[in-house]
């Protein structure tokens, strides 16, 4: 019989899950320590003998004592077989799944690692209870201890454990894992990034009494006036002797406040009996196997991300006589969760969700993410003002949820499903009901004590069935403290097209409304809709891949003045990249040291670099979804991307108005906390230079109140004036340090055109039809010309895709932007000394004249587009400087790229860079490096500068890549810097969207066809 095509089989012989829990000999070592008590727990993680078979049934008798695994190779646990350069390589897809096979079908070639370990039982063990913990493995798993097998577990993202006390002896044991990589669980683990394989979280052992701590729940809740709270506490003990003893146990409860000390009148006892008792005869039983507490607890310190106030609960249990069996310790944050009308609050307010989806990822070992890691990924979430996680689509390592409790981040637990591919099919099978149901219930069971958790959500993309009701009522059963949430009620009955309209259905299974990827105009109407009765947190929208996330500032607007809109999660956090060389090989173990690691990392972000990040297709698999795993807003190494920059702007806790030109409003955007913590700083820019700066008064402002402040500027004329206001952390926080800004503004006091600067004498030399711009006959600016393409975005369409004709990408190829040639072409030398350039490219016409003048040459540049061409990439031309010209310096925008709906993180001034520096390491290589709002911009070699001044604000990018070198470039191994330079000066080029997944670029952004005029003036300056 093959478990693992059962779906009706969820495990053999496994233990019921509980919280993350470890136990102590006394009350006050649970209370001390985090860490687990070394003489009952041992760690298996570390080396293990390995060896990869093609199927399950060839494993043999590989679990027994007589198996010689010498020649076995040796392999890290926890980490995944597929990240280690073997025969079996990681497959990327988002909805197909891997193989050709029917539900609960797999493979007959499946993947199989065999497993093998030694380890010695502590003397003192032998007559306690001993315990197996597999934090993960994917997919399924036999366990064999001396040759005999325990059990079987299955589900990649939630701990199994077993009862190892009747297989052990003394001495020196053998543990056999049989890992399989394809079962039916598969089926539901269809979740937009790699397939890995093998046991890749920690594997444990730990010892008990033969009566011991099975469970503990704690609901710590404030009450309807968020003052007071009832703390009620659930303590399940278990017996493993064979016979239930009469004699009942004593359990006691302990709380420490976030200082350490104890809180008055809650250590408290109960009396409970081992196992179910028997009913008397008036109905009620005997003390059953769970003490039950409630207490009154008064103004406790409310849990929030802002105010992250952790308790420590302690547990103690003690036999008969007196004597300490075991006790243990959890975290608690005292909160309450509720729906009132169309508002989600969290402690009485209606809290934004400034969040973001996240996979557990890691470039160098996959589904293996260390700790360090995680806190790296904390520290930039919290440094970038997220406030939420969604653990998509999974429950994430236990370790994670330790770290957003402590650190502050409200988090959504999803359960571990999706049957994207079978999207109707799976929910409304009774087979799969088990399934649903114990990928929900070891979710919650494990996690139900985590203060970070403010919402249960019951998978992902898998339609909407009774199996998702059926979890849903237990959940409320359960844990009525905590919302729900789940994004397929919100679409048709069947298929997964998008609803423009609020869906009513499917009460049980959320509260909340949660569409995936509306439009900026969908999602008001989401509000306008009178019949909504949900509030609307967006489980997944500006989807991040490549250069994206424009039309981010749309949303928050609406965020932030519409109340039943609140917020969302960002798709998604980390590019899945792995990494790999040129060989297609991943990094070895051999070379596995964090200083070459480092190197290799770096390498990832230098074009024609050894080493760069794969995706889908990398590995030869026949199945895969190219480069869609590359959606995060961090690159693998925790690198951020320029979009993170435009979320932090849009996410600040504080808000700013200039009311007039000597006074300022400054708006608490914080639920919970004062603006006490922060200073506030000034400075005064004259045309993009600081000339005075200055401290606002020490802010006092209360959450979501204002403040006016008083502020006196001297206002020269005719110069662009900015002020711009920074918000900075006035001491060290555990994730920043002291001085670390939070938030910053810019206000355009008043513009005035740049002053031209004298110039040496230009002119303009065309030849065959190629204009280019000389200084005593030597060339600029050469091959002046029209420039309509960009190599696209992930977001304009997917290149290693079928079907992309009717995206941007495909429309702007087939009108032939990529390689636009003059049809005809005419040059005229006007009395006055002007050159007129006139050229068609079938129908388009572009129109240029050259004026020489003091400062240079006045380009006037006309465009005229018909009708008939799609929206345009962008509205300017290109040139190209001599090589040598690296030295940049502009005036505008910066100091990292901008486009027309991604510039709220971007402030004027005068910015200093080199055009190496321009270059933005996206995955796939693409369109990069713009910036708006550019007044002028000036390349140097050293002897000399060129200078473009605009007679209106432009756009422009400098790069040592064509758009068509960046276009035919799959990795960026593949990319050779040109030693010239590349200028492209536009009007306007097309923003970005998001629609990759999601709406295209939104109306306002659009390049549409039409007549347009662009003028600017060059210059050229010898520096000698």
Known sequence: MKLWEMPEVTGVNRLRPRATLHGYPSLDEALKKRTPYAPWHQSLSGDWKFQLIDRPENAGRFQTLETDDSQWETIPVPSNWTMLNNSDWPIYTNIKMPFDHVPPNVPEQNPTGLYRKTFTLDQSWTARRTVIHFGGVESCFFVYCNGKEVGFGKGSRTPVEFDLTPFVQKGENLLAVKVIRWSDGSYVEDQDHWWMAGIHRDVTLYSTDSDFIQDVFARPVLDEACRDATLEVDV????????????????????????????ELIHAEQSVGLGPQPLTAHGSGAPDNTARFSFPISQPQPWSAETPALYTLAVELKDPSGKTIE??????GFKRIEIRGRDMRINGKPVIIHGVNRHDHDPLTGKTVSRETMIKDILLLKQFNFNAVRTAHYPNDPEWYDLCDEYGLYVMDEANIEAHDYYDQLCRDPRWTAAFMDRTQRMVLRDKNHASIFCWSLGNETGYGENHDACAGWIRFYDPTRILHYEGVSRPEFGQAFVSEPSFRGALSSDLFSSMYPSVGQLEGFADEPRNPRPTVLCEYSHAMGNSNGSLKDYYRLFETVPSLQGGFIWDWVDQGLLLNRDKRMFDAEWNEPENASEAFADCHRPGGKWFWGFGGDFGESYHDFDFCINGLIWPDRTPHPAMFEFKKLAQPVGVELIDASTLRITNKRDFTDLSDLSGKWELLEDGEVIERGDLPQLTVQPGESETVPLTLPMPGNKTMHLDLFFQTLKKTPWCPAGHEVAREQFELQTAAPALPESLPLTVEVKDGSVSVLQNGEPVLENIDLNLWRACTDNDGIRGWTGQENKPMGQWMAAGFQSLEATAWQHEVLSDGSAEVSRMYGAIEFKQRFVPCAEGLRVENEFVFPDDLPTLPRIGLKAMLPSGFEQLEWFGKGPHESYIDRDAGVFSRHWKSTVTDQYV????????????????????????????????????????????DLFAAIHTDQLTPRAETILTLDLKQRGLGSGSCGPQTEPPYHCTPGTYRFDFTVSYRSNL
């Open 327 to 332: 006790a243990t310790a959890t975290r608690i």
């Open 236 to 263: 399940m003990i278990a017996s493993s002797a064979e016979q239930r003893s009469e004699e009942l146990r004593t359990v006691s409860v302990h709380l420490a406040d976030p200082a350490g000390q104890t809180v």
């Open 921 to 964: 390491p996206y995955i796939l290589p693409q369109e990069h490096g713009n910036h708006v709002g550019t007044r002028w911009i000036s390349l140097s070699n050293g002897d000399n500068t060129l200078r473009v001044t605009g007679a209106e604000p432009f756009e422009f990018a400098a790069s040592h890549f064509t758009a068509n």
